[in-house]
């Protein structure tokens, strides 16, 4: 199947920091990629659709100057949690959309905010 | 009401048993239908798509009634390493074409 990487995989940081995740389409061109949230035992959280080449579409509650969201290529979206706090704490998930519409995750990356 | 629903189990079942999940949804252009499975703190991975003619991989069969809006999921055969969360996802047209929506997810567990 189609192969998505997510870097980094877990990130610690302090309170207040800026951390950036990448997520990459390696074998396809992905136009649509989305980012999701998951809690512990909580189902997945669509946050924010990205669109290459334009501004990202976020979710009710997703503060857009918090999480900042660059689709630069058609291979490459970047979430940026600025000033994070430990609510920001969790497993971030992105997938890219391939020309047949199927959603393909990459493999998270946890962050821990103290 | 969730525009997707699965029943959250959990499932625990004995090694060979057969296991069957159910998914409705509620948006009636809805385009297109996923399985996946996610393992603990892990991300989901696409087991299947789902076809209206229904679809069968190996152990695993998948059956769509549009009518009824209304997605299974059948595993024959259950192996230990079949225990994990299974995700009904049903993608939208027009607008939101590519967007999906999830179902909370149904948990299985596989004994030997």
């Known amino acids: 199947g189609a192969v998505v990487s997510q870097h980094p995989s877990w990130v610690i940081c302090k309170s207040g920091t800026s951390v950036k995740i990448e997520c990459r389409s390696l074998d396809f061109q992905a136009t649509t990629m989305f980012w999701y949230r998951q809690f512990p035992k909580q189902s997945l959280m669509l946050m924010a659709t990205s669109n290459e080449g334009s501004k990202a579409t976020y979710e009710q509650g997703v503060e857009k100057d918090k999480f900042l969201i660059n689709h630069a290529s058609l291979t490459l979206s970047t979430l940026t949690v600025t000033s994070a706090h430990p609510e920001d704490s969790s497993f971030y998930i992105c997938?890219?959309?391939?020309?047949?519409?199927?959603?393909?995750f990459g493999p998270g990356t946890r962050l821990l905010v103290l | 009401r969730k525009e997707v629903e699965q029943d959250p189990g959990p499932f625990n079942v004995p090694e060979g048993a057969t296991v069957a999940f159910n998914c409705t949804y509620s948006n009636s252009a809805s385009q297109s239908f996923f399985w996946y499975r996610q393992d603990c703190r892990k991300e989901p991975k696409l087991l299947m798509s789902?076809?209206?003619s229904g679809n069968e991989d190996g152990r695993f069969t998948a059956q769509l009634n549009r009518a009824s809006q209304y997605i299974s999921l059948l595993i024959r055969d259950s192996k230990l390493s079949d225990s994990a969360t299974y995700l009904c996802v049903v993608n939208f047209r027009g607008t939101n074409a590519g967007k999906s929506t999830f179902g909370d997810g149904t948990t299985l567990t596989v004994k030997p």
């Open positions: 789902v076809y209206s």
């Open positions: 997938s890219a959309v391939s020309s047949t519409e199927t959603q393909y």
